[in-house]
Protein backbone atom coordinates (compact mmCIF):
# COMPACT_ATOMS: atom_id res chain seq x y z
CA UNK A 1 0.00 0.00 0.00
CA UNK A 2 1.65 3.46 -0.77
CA UNK A 3 1.48 5.95 2.43
CA UNK A 4 2.92 8.63 -0.02
CA UNK A 5 2.39 9.61 -3.83
CA UNK A 6 3.51 12.48 -5.32
CA UNK A 7 3.30 13.30 -9.11
CA UNK A 8 5.22 16.22 -10.11
CA UNK A 9 5.74 17.74 -6.55
CA UNK A 10 8.26 20.74 -6.76
CA UNK A 11 9.04 23.46 -4.13
CA UNK A 12 11.83 26.53 -5.45
CA UNK A 13 12.99 28.97 -3.14
CA UNK A 14 14.39 30.87 -5.18
CA UNK A 15 15.23 30.27 -9.10
CA UNK A 16 18.02 28.09 -8.10
CA UNK A 17 17.52 26.60 -4.89
CA UNK A 18 14.93 23.95 -3.50
CA UNK A 19 13.19 21.40 -4.17
CA UNK A 20 13.10 20.48 -8.46
CA UNK A 21 10.16 18.45 -9.59
CA UNK A 22 9.95 14.79 -8.11
CA UNK A 23 7.68 11.66 -9.13
CA UNK A 24 7.36 9.69 -5.57
CA UNK A 25 5.61 6.52 -3.83
CA UNK A 26 6.35 5.11 -0.48
CA UNK A 27 4.83 1.72 0.72
CA UNK A 28 4.30 0.84 4.38
CA UNK A 29 6.98 -0.83 5.06
CA UNK A 30 9.42 0.38 2.99
CA UNK A 31 12.74 2.71 4.50
CA UNK A 32 13.22 5.25 1.51
CA UNK A 33 16.72 7.07 1.55
CA UNK A 34 16.96 10.29 0.10
CA UNK A 35 20.55 11.47 -1.28
CA UNK A 36 22.27 13.67 -3.02
CA UNK A 37 24.47 16.80 -1.96
CA UNK A 38 23.80 19.81 -0.24
CA UNK A 39 21.21 22.10 -1.77
CA UNK A 40 19.83 19.24 -4.02
CA UNK A 41 16.15 19.72 -1.78
CA UNK A 42 16.29 16.38 0.13
CA UNK A 43 15.37 18.81 3.43
CA UNK A 44 12.71 20.70 0.95
CA UNK A 45 11.14 17.76 -0.09
CA UNK A 46 10.52 16.19 3.65
CA UNK A 47 9.37 19.39 4.77
CA UNK A 48 6.93 18.96 1.97
CA UNK A 49 5.87 15.62 3.17
CA UNK A 50 5.27 16.95 6.78
CA UNK A 51 2.88 19.84 5.57
CA UNK A 52 5.37 22.12 6.78
CA UNK A 53 5.28 23.91 3.28
CA UNK A 54 2.95 23.75 0.18
CA UNK A 55 4.61 22.56 -3.00
CA UNK A 56 4.63 24.94 -5.62
CA UNK A 57 3.42 22.49 -7.95
CA UNK A 58 2.01 18.75 -8.01
CA UNK A 59 0.31 16.55 -6.40
CA UNK A 60 1.19 15.08 -3.17
CA UNK A 61 -1.02 12.96 -0.50
CA UNK A 62 0.17 11.20 2.42
CA UNK A 63 -2.31 8.44 3.44
CA UNK A 64 -5.44 9.43 0.81
CA UNK A 65 -5.05 13.24 1.94
CA UNK A 66 -2.62 16.23 1.46
CA UNK A 67 -0.24 16.99 4.58
CA UNK A 68 -0.98 19.67 6.74
CA UNK A 69 1.10 21.58 9.40
CA UNK A 70 -0.88 19.88 11.78
CA UNK A 71 -0.91 16.47 11.49
CA UNK A 72 -1.26 14.04 14.53
CA UNK A 73 2.10 12.70 15.86
CA UNK A 74 0.57 9.16 15.01
CA UNK A 75 0.09 10.40 11.47
CA UNK A 76 3.56 12.13 10.13
CA UNK A 77 6.56 12.08 12.94
CA UNK A 78 9.58 14.21 12.02
CA UNK A 79 13.13 14.34 13.04
CA UNK A 80 14.25 17.62 12.07
CA UNK A 81 18.30 18.27 11.10
CA UNK A 82 17.67 21.48 13.03
CA UNK A 83 16.33 19.75 17.06
CA UNK A 84 13.41 20.93 17.93
CA UNK A 85 12.53 19.20 21.67
CA UNK A 86 10.94 21.52 24.37
CA UNK A 87 13.45 22.40 26.66
CA UNK A 88 11.04 23.23 29.42
CA UNK A 89 10.52 19.25 29.69
CA UNK A 90 12.31 16.39 30.53
CA UNK A 91 13.67 13.44 27.60
CA UNK A 92 10.37 11.37 28.98
CA UNK A 93 7.99 14.28 29.18
CA UNK A 94 9.06 15.16 25.82
CA UNK A 95 8.16 11.62 24.10
CA UNK A 96 4.67 11.28 26.28
CA UNK A 97 3.74 14.38 25.10
CA UNK A 98 4.49 13.86 21.61
CA UNK A 99 2.17 10.59 21.92
CA UNK A 100 -0.79 11.74 24.86
CA UNK A 101 -2.57 12.15 22.07
CA UNK A 102 -2.17 8.80 20.57
CA UNK A 103 -3.11 6.58 23.52
CA UNK A 104 0.03 7.27 25.59
CA UNK A 105 -1.21 6.00 29.15
CA UNK A 106 1.21 7.67 31.26
CA UNK A 107 3.63 4.75 32.39
CA UNK A 108 5.62 3.81 29.73
CA UNK A 109 3.48 2.31 26.98
CA UNK A 110 1.99 4.75 23.95
CA UNK A 111 -0.83 3.24 21.07
CA UNK A 112 0.98 3.45 18.24
CA UNK A 113 -1.30 3.90 14.80
CA UNK A 114 -2.28 0.76 14.79
CA UNK A 115 -3.15 0.66 18.32
CA UNK A 116 -0.30 -1.51 19.53
CA UNK A 117 1.84 -0.93 22.24
CA UNK A 118 4.96 1.00 21.80
CA UNK A 119 7.35 -0.08 25.15
CA UNK A 120 9.24 3.58 26.00
CA UNK A 121 11.22 2.46 28.42
CA UNK A 122 12.90 -0.22 25.95
CA UNK A 123 13.34 2.13 23.32
CA UNK A 124 15.01 4.67 25.66
CA UNK A 125 17.05 2.00 26.55
CA UNK A 126 18.41 0.88 23.08
CA UNK A 127 18.89 4.51 22.37
CA UNK A 128 21.36 4.61 25.64
CA UNK A 129 18.78 7.40 26.90
CA UNK A 130 17.30 5.39 29.92
CA UNK A 131 19.43 6.92 32.40
CA UNK A 132 18.37 10.21 31.26
CA UNK A 133 15.00 9.72 31.07
CA UNK A 134 14.36 12.53 33.94
CA UNK A 135 16.98 15.07 33.01
CA UNK A 136 16.16 18.48 31.06
CA UNK A 137 17.06 18.72 27.23
CA UNK A 138 19.62 21.18 27.92
CA UNK A 139 21.65 18.82 29.75
CA UNK A 140 22.27 16.56 26.73
CA UNK A 141 24.68 16.53 24.12
CA UNK A 142 23.41 17.44 20.62
CA UNK A 143 23.34 13.29 19.99
CA UNK A 144 21.71 12.52 22.96
CA UNK A 145 18.98 15.10 21.97
CA UNK A 146 18.41 13.59 18.29
CA UNK A 147 18.20 10.05 19.79
CA UNK A 148 15.59 11.64 21.74
CA UNK A 149 13.90 13.30 18.48
CA UNK A 150 13.77 10.05 17.02
CA UNK A 151 12.62 8.19 19.70
CA UNK A 152 9.92 10.59 20.17
CA UNK A 153 9.23 10.40 16.55
CA UNK A 154 9.62 6.63 16.82
CA UNK A 155 7.55 5.88 19.69
CA UNK A 156 3.95 7.12 17.82
CA UNK A 157 4.49 4.39 15.71
CA UNK A 158 3.14 6.61 12.68
CA UNK A 159 1.91 6.29 9.46
CA UNK A 160 4.78 8.03 7.91
CA UNK A 161 8.20 8.50 9.45
CA UNK A 162 10.92 11.37 8.12
CA UNK A 163 14.22 11.85 9.24
CA UNK A 164 16.46 14.79 7.93
CA UNK A 165 20.26 13.56 8.73
CA UNK A 166 19.35 11.34 11.70
CA UNK A 167 22.71 10.32 12.21
CA UNK A 168 24.62 13.65 11.94
CA UNK A 169 25.30 14.18 15.67
CA UNK A 170 26.17 10.73 16.37
CA UNK A 171 29.14 8.45 16.53
CA UNK A 172 29.74 4.90 14.54
CA UNK A 173 28.32 2.83 17.40
CA UNK A 174 25.27 5.38 17.77
CA UNK A 175 24.84 5.21 14.22
CA UNK A 176 24.20 1.79 13.86
CA UNK A 177 21.93 1.48 16.44
CA UNK A 178 19.79 4.61 15.01
CA UNK A 179 19.91 2.72 11.56
CA UNK A 180 18.66 -0.32 13.42
CA UNK A 181 15.46 1.40 15.32
CA UNK A 182 14.61 3.30 11.67
CA UNK A 183 14.47 -0.02 9.71
CA UNK A 184 12.40 -1.70 13.23
CA UNK A 185 10.00 0.86 12.25
CA UNK A 186 9.41 0.28 8.74
CA UNK A 187 9.67 -3.51 10.07
CA UNK A 188 6.45 -2.58 12.12
CA UNK A 189 4.82 -0.89 8.94
CA UNK A 190 5.35 2.50 9.05
CA UNK A 191 6.51 4.36 5.88
CA UNK A 192 10.02 5.78 6.51
CA UNK A 193 11.66 8.08 4.21
CA UNK A 194 15.19 9.54 5.94
CA UNK A 195 17.52 12.00 3.72
CA UNK A 196 21.27 11.18 4.70
CA UNK A 197 24.72 11.01 3.51
CA UNK A 198 25.60 8.18 5.40
CA UNK A 199 26.59 5.08 3.63
CA UNK A 200 25.22 3.23 7.35
CA UNK A 201 21.50 4.63 6.65
CA UNK A 202 22.06 3.80 2.66
CA UNK A 203 22.98 0.21 3.13
CA UNK A 204 19.69 -0.32 5.01
CA UNK A 205 17.46 1.11 2.59
CA UNK A 206 14.77 -0.66 0.55
CA UNK A 207 15.53 2.29 -2.01
CA UNK A 208 17.26 4.92 -2.54
CA UNK A 209 16.20 8.09 -4.14
CA UNK A 210 19.07 10.57 -5.39
CA UNK A 211 17.91 13.90 -6.00
CA UNK A 212 20.16 15.87 -8.90
CA UNK A 213 21.06 19.16 -8.27
Given at each position: ????????????????????????????????????????????????????????????????????????????????????????????????????????????????????????????????????????????????????????????????????????????????????????????????VVA??????VAA?????????
Amino acid sequence: MSIVVADGVSKMWTATAGLRRVDLSVDAGELLVVRGRSGSGKSTLLAVLAGLCRPDAGSLTVDGRPPRDDEPWRRIAFVPQVLTLAVELSVRENIDDAIRGDGSDGRGRGAGGDGSAVDVDALLGELGLIEMAGRAITELSMGQQQRVSLARAVAARPTLLLADEPTCFQDDGHAHTVVDVLRRAADLGSAVVVATHDETVVAAADRVLAMSD
